[in-house]
């Protein structure tokens, strides 16, 4: 871990393998700015050029973006059928989909067969597995968690995205969008209140706050201009969605020689995961 003076950043992109678009904004985000991770999609259409990039590149940590909703499934639709459609696609509201995960116990195991599907087809590209997270933070999901937590032996997982973002440095840093920036706030920050006893139990590394929660896609060069001089010393995340198409203004914050130049100037150390 870092000293407590120290200021260490990971910057991640999630939703790698999404497309050709997202691929290549991450990988130039990278090359020619301040990206040091991304989290792989496994089961999206661009996954092999990911890995591909990934391996010619491998200063970049890749860690697991695990997919349970708004995605396709690793596994047959006909192997869980409580969780996907004909056609192997998760739902795409959150809402319904973690009530769903929450009060039906009779999905557990289709859930758990799906993870242990996703983590052997991130395990199949041979790259190192440098953290886990999930899409729209359904990792800390309490079903999908507490599954995580009793599977991390197996499943190898030794650094895991702990989702809690800061309301009043928000409220400096960015504007607009208040109930979702509360609410989003305040929900995650009881569930990785409710995850940090089993983290440290499990000594599974984390960084201690994860910044673009309550961003919502906005995650651009003037917030995080505002947010570099904020961060509190010790391991902090900033994660994005860079693309060269929705989420260009992302992919250009990442790239700014402007934010390059206050990172030197503040002496952040960008590092990945496994540099924890």
Request: charged share 25%.
């Amino acid at each position: 871990m870092a000293s407590p003076e120290k200021l260490r950043l990971i910057v991640n992109a999630d939703d790698f393998g999404l497309s050709h678009y997202v691929n290549d904004a991450v990988i130039r985000a990278h090359r020619d700015g301040i990206l040091t991770s991304a989290s792989l999609m496994v089961n999206e259409p661009a996954c092999d050029e990911a890995v591909k990039i990934a391996k010619e590149n491998p200063k970049l940590g890749v860690g697991l973006h695990i997919t349970l909703l708004m995605g396709h499934s690793a596994l047959p639709a006909g192997k869980i059928p409580g969780l996907v459609n004909n056609r192997g696609e998760f739902s795409d509201s959150p809402v319904s989909t973690g009530m769903k995960y929450f009060f039906n116990s009779g999905l557990r195991e289709q859930l758990r067969a799906e993870i242990r599907a996703q983590f052997e087809k991130f395990r199949a590209t041979g790259l190192p597995l440098d953290h886990v997270n999930g899409h729209l933070h359904f990792h800390l999901h309490p079903a999908v968690f507490k599954i995580l937590m009793e599977e991390s032996d197996t499943l190898g997982i030794s650094h895991l995205r702990l989702t809690r973002d800061c309301f009043s440095r928000s409220r400096r840093t960015s504007h607009g969008h208040l109930l979702y920036r509360i609410s989003h706030a305040a929900i995650f920050e009881m569930l990785s209140s409710r995850a940090r006893r089993p983290l440290e139990q499990k000594k599974i590394r984390h960084a201690q706050i994860t910044f673009g929660l309550l961003q919502n896609a906005r995650v651009d060069e003037e917030y995080i201009l505002k947010l570099l001089p904020e961060l509190p010393p010790g391991d902090s995340e900033l994660y994005s969605h860079p693309s060269l198409g929705e989420f260009k203004h992302e992919f250009d914050a990442l790239v700014s020689p402007r934010v390059r130049e206050l990172v030197n100037k503040l002496g952040i150390e960008l590092i990945r995961y496994q540099d924890l």
